[in-house]
């Protein structure tokens, strides 16, 4: 069990286990099971099931597709959490479906090529959906959202970016890789302003084109895959490993971003 | 009854039938009826009736049309919620008329060309209004503030438009679909700023269009349906079909917009 | 008396029969007549009356050109409230003149062709004194404040400007029509909000045209309502309508504004 | 005394009384004088005399022509209130020097006419050291200020700029004319707010000419009346009456301001 | 002593001569000795001596080269204060060395000439730094935040600023001349900003370029005074008196900035 | 001891012997030895060791380079403060390693070109991670805080910048040199805020180019010493000093910045 909570600490392992000794109580057992704690580690990430939501079958097709491209993408791109679970069956407040990555091993650096790769991977729902459907939802409000603040934290905090340089923009700190960012006080003239907007987009735009990419040319493996998704609600690791086994590796030509650094010619490493 | 209210949740539903039960009460019988709690709906999405206000003729023509405006348009596009019940009887604090329209189901995604289709519906009572009088009032005032958020929150959140991209902007979050937005705190250029006001113009004037085309190419229907209005000042749901399915089905032709993403072209399904 | 209260509700009406009742006690009078009830009206709207400010020969002249102006215009163009009073006797804290406009039935909406004839109503003192006096005087502040006030709504609020579109602009609502204006959050950038600055600007310049135009084709009625004013110090309805019908009908030409929607060709109606 | 505290009023007059009636406790009189109510009106405008206050010679001049300057053309120019006295005898926390102009009745309008030459008096003390001096001190700042504050509430509240129009800027009310405005609420664009400084700009530039003009024509005077005032220290109206008669009537040429109102041209009325 | 404070009043007085009884006290004397007074001068002004601070031979001598630059350019240029003493023993909290100029007399007006004086002077002590060592320290920031402080003071409430005009700019008053300024409200355009900025910067140049001129034409003098002060750590009046009367009056050419008013051209007057 | 801490006063001496004196009482000793008191030096600050974190091979050869360039620019770099230690082991909440460096006595005064040595010193660490690894990781964004801030006060408060001259920008005061910047009161236009832009940029990529120069010469020294960290987790000053020794003296061509102010060639002093 420790392989799948490295990235928890303190109050979210408390969380975990409080969560997993009710549910084993529940269930009439005194001892926390396996299931038990990996239901736990799921209630802390995304809320409790929330079966009765109705959802119809045009919505939960738009769900599956895009669950499966966040699956695919974090599976294909190089150093991106390995993918513990898939699932369409609606968690919390707002999770509609969710795809669970959890890191091997704890970590202290991100650099520039795996936050690119997370930036892409948080793209790629909305990428299933514009591949699928012809057609985008409201559904990716949330990735869109985490997807901008990392970009925004690589060109202004991280000095990522060539044309913005090693300068740190904006007085307050904020919380790196937290999912709440900050009012800042912006300190820059405007045209620092419109440059920073011009390197996100530049970030944002070059990821999802690597997604669209890598989806375009998998479109039979999302069928599959979104139609295993449909019918079981549910796919875990070794369900996802053997359906990704099963396809041909494929030549993925590199991409090249002129306005980003030099040494972006590793985002593929 | 299920059937009228899959868009009401927790406070709502618990609103309507106290509303329904006072109505109840208030005619002395001792079980909620049906029509009972369809007033009960309506009070809470409008506020209770105020037939006491004494709106002059030439203002009951204007709202009448504003409402028949409003009523077509949710009918002729796809997508869009049923029209339940269309009335020009006064209700609670501001609302002269209403075009009632209730989910056939609870609904957790919106797709693009939903909410562009949301925005015609919204434009079409000041659109009537234009046809027909050859001038406008401040009766869309809610109705075009309504329509710029939904349109705002495509463009800055939603990454529905081409030109800004998937890139959220704005540093709060808004509760997308609710009534009332809060107010942001601006982390993009001015550059950026302009760009945005351009594609919420470009999408209201699209659907301004859309609007535009439909009510004009229906002008006789328009005027069938505001004179019945006039008359028993309110229609319902079958009385609506009934008077929408007497019109021959009419050929409209596509609209396109340049500055929009290409998955536009749904715009119709 | 019902004629002359239309457009007072609630907390006004309260006011109104207060006043009124504190009138006919301080007359030894055991019930309200019809002058006190008048009285009252105008106390709600402007004050008490301050007939020991000593007001010059000059600034008295001026003000009688001024309210002339106003209650000319109000005359003059279509779908004004009817003038009701015309009065130099100072009232309350800032009046020194003023013109009692009564709606003659409750009004719910306002169509675009009256807000601006609302707007050259307001701008007319200020006309008045720059045709007569050849200098202009801060007595128009309050009018041009309200005015401005009237040109922003139909701008940001009402979609009334083609250049802008049915775009809502500014974050917080305002009360529209009332006298008092909050605090708007600005979610627009600076080329929209010089856009707004030149369509207010537009309007403001058409309606002062009008006003001007229709003074200037009537100066010898100035002169004539001006003088009987300075006399009398007050003019009230009939003898405003009795000096008003000497006046042989003029042509007057259409305004055409080109920066203005097509719908403007009504303002004449 | 009557004539001298028309600009007064409530809480000014009873302060004034309160002023007059301790000197004349303090000189042991039962009954307030003529000259301790000038003393009262003094003190209550200025603060109470500061004798004791070491000013060196060369500071002193500087006094003298700069309350010179302000004089002279307060009498020159038509319609600014009568100069009751000129004084270099320090008051209060700030005044080295002042000159005191009285109205002679209650005033309820300024006109545009009337606020140029305000703005004219209030810039001459500053003209005047620098014609004298060819050097200029701190000692003008609070006229500055005055005279900034009434250029732009002429631009931005009284419609008395052409360029601007009659549009009202700014959202929050200034009390108009009084020593102290409010922060504003900027509502209108950078390209606005630019030419709201020029014109502010063009009327101080005009009024700056017409001083100099004026005081540069007078070069004679100055020296005579500034001599007196550096011997007596105090010129009181009459003896101010009789110097500035001496004078013989000269010939003032017309300003023109291309960028102001046509109705400009009255400046000089 | 009343010679060496002219410049204090009130609270610094008081301050002065509790000071100054504390040290008799200290020195067991039962009055107030003239040294003791002069010694409460420097506390009230800079703090009290902090003779334990250890600063190294290099930092000593950058310091002494500092604080003669200030001396050295208060005495060449007219007007400033005159130089009571001059030391590199650190006082209070940040003062590593100190000029001590006390004025002759009260002063309650500040010419621009004067002005312009004092900010040479204050620039002086980074300008002998870059004279000297060829680099240049943090040691200036006080420096330079006054001198920039008093030219913006000069060019936004004095009317100093031919570019500007009599206009005064932003709306918070600033107590003019003390050490600290208040925010203030930027009420102008983004174009007049920029022009403050430039002629702010034109000024602050014109008063460096003086202040080099002066410094590089007495090399020598700088050189031996720095060496009496590294010996002695402190000078007073006399001996630099002595000092400067050594040197050989020189002909110092005028300074001319196009972009300052035209009646800078007494600036050496 | 007193060698390694001069740069500490007050508050963090304190911290320094309590620290040193729980190190002691744990250790069961009566007497706080060298030891201990260095212990307390880097827990004050960079906090406790933490060695429980595990952190994977890839990101310790990360860190080891990361430190390995502070050190090695630190010790190249003319005037900068004495490298005391390198580690690798984590500290406190945020270090994954550290370069101690401590002053050799206290300093009162900071140059530019010590400033900016100590700018290209924060930098190195980044610029060791690019030219090691070809990505750049998120551990350098605290270096990169500190250097922009420096950078942006040598430009702002400093007058180190000869385009933006001797004039301090920004109302309120930053604590110079302190971690922690306060948000400041913009007063200065866009013009110059976007200078101060360029001219803080032209800083830090100048101080890069230096570090990245003096790096790649030394890729076997890098290579050396990092390898000796990874072995040994901790490097002290005496082994730092052999392994630095040992560098056969390189030629370093000079940096010339066109942007920078002249007395910038002492760069390399």
Same mark, same amino acid.
């Given at each position: 069990m420790a392989r799948r909570t490295p990235g928890l600490v303190g109050a979210d392992l408390e969380n975990l286990v409080n969560e997993a000794a009710l549910l084993a109580a529940r269930h009439n057992r005194d001892k926390i099971s396996m299931d038990e704690l990996e239901e736990g580690i799921e209630r802390v990430m995304?809320?409790?099931?929330?079966? %009765?939501r109705l959802i119809n079958d045009h919505e939960k097709r738009i769900i599956a597709y895009h669950e499966t491209g966040h699956a695919i993408v974090a599976k294909v791109l *190089?150093? %991106?959490? *390995?993918?513990h679970k898939i699932s369409i069956i609606p968690r919390g407040h707002a999770a509609l479906g969710y795809t669970l990555q959890l890191p091997e091993e704890d970590r202290f650096l991100m650099s520039k090529s795996e936050l690119m790769n997370r930036i892409a991977v948080l793209l790629s729902g909305r990428v299933s959906e514009e591949i699928v459907f012809n057609d985008v939802t409201s559904g990716a409000a949330n990735d869109l959202e985490r997807a901008t603040q990392t970009a925004r934290q690589m060109v202004?905090?991280?000095?990522? /970016?060539e044309t913005i340089g090693l300068v740190k923009l904006g007085n307050k700190r904020e919380e790196i890789f937290l999912g709440r960012d900050i009012s800042e006080?912006?300190?820059? /003239?405007e045209e620092v302003a419109y440059k920073i907007d011009q390197e996100v987009k530049a970030i944002i735009d070059a990821c999802y084109e690597r997604a669209k990419e890598i989806l375009t040319q998998r479109r039979a493996l999302m069928d599959k895959i979104a139609g295993v998704l449909l019918e079981r609600e549910v796919i875990d690791a070794e369900e996802f490993e053997r359906l990704m086994s099963e396809e041909t590796a494929q030549e993925i030509p590199e991409v090249r971003i002129d306005k980003l650094p030099d040494n972006n010619h590793d985002f593929l490493a």
């Open positions: 995304a809320g409790p099931e929330r079966k %009765s *190089p150093g %991106s959490d *390995p993918v202004t905090q991280l000095g990522m /970016s006080d912006r300190n820059y /003239s």
